[in-house]
């Protein structure tokens, strides 16, 4: 990756299963900006990361030596501030209103992948989830999918990827991921086309763990 013009030097602290750490890895890659990777062992982590980053979270990065952490922030805090790379939020006053909705809409999203889940990452569920709890999905995924026909795609703003995409993506892939293999669920639908687009990325493949 190419380094910032700016000559700043980021590091960034990451475990590579963390969605909310995948969306600052897709930042960071999607801008090309040149940084340190530490993964973090999140089950035994380093007595010095809270005293140096202020908290015990990943993602966590430092730009110059100055921290600064939660995912959304942080994506956001890149593309501000290194402007010479590609840009996260379009410019069109009404494109960058669409990439924020659907930044608000994230909390449905993930709560419905949850509740698709049975409740966590530990993947109890068995058996395919309730007529309910599919439609509470498909009602969240529906907006997405809507928001890719409106905008042309094949990413859910246009034809680049956005912050909508770094902010909602890691959390669609996994859900998908989970839903198939643990509930027999294939949560793909129209999203199949919006997956196969990020999945030609470079960017997406070398951070989807």
Not at 46 to 67: C, H, K
């Amino acid at each position: 990756m190419r380094a910032p013009a700016s000559g700043a030097q980021i590091t960034f602290f990451t475990h590579g299963l963390c969605p909310y750490a995948q969306r600052v890895a897709l930042a960071l890659n999607l801008k090309g900006l040149a940084h340190e990777l530490i993964e973090i062992d999140l089950s035994n982590k380093p007595s010095w990361y809270a005293q140096r980053l202020g908290t015990s979270l990943v993602p966590a990065i430092e730009i110059d030596g100055s921290p600064f952490t939660e995912s959304l922030d942080i994506c956001r805090l890149v593309d501000d501030r290194f402007t010479e790379a590609p840009a996260l939020l379009p410019k069109d006053k009404e494109l960058r209103k669409a990439v924020e909705a659907l930044i608000m809409h994230g909390p449905r999203l993930e709560s419905a992948g949850w509740r698709l889940l049975g409740g966590s990452w530990s993947f109890p569920r068995k058996s395919r989830p309730s007529d309910a709890v599919r439609r509470g999905w498909e009602g969240a995924v529906d907006t997405l999918t809507t928001s890719v026909r409106q905008h042309g795609g094949p990413f859910l703003v246009g034809d680049s990827p956005t912050l909508a995409d770094v902010a909602l993506a890691p959390f669609i892939a996994r859900f998908e991921l989970a839903a198939s293999v643990c509930c027999s669920y294939d949560t793909t639908g129209e999203l199949r086309e919006y997956l196969d687009a990020l999945e030609a990325l470079d960017a997406w493949r070398a951070t989807f763990p």
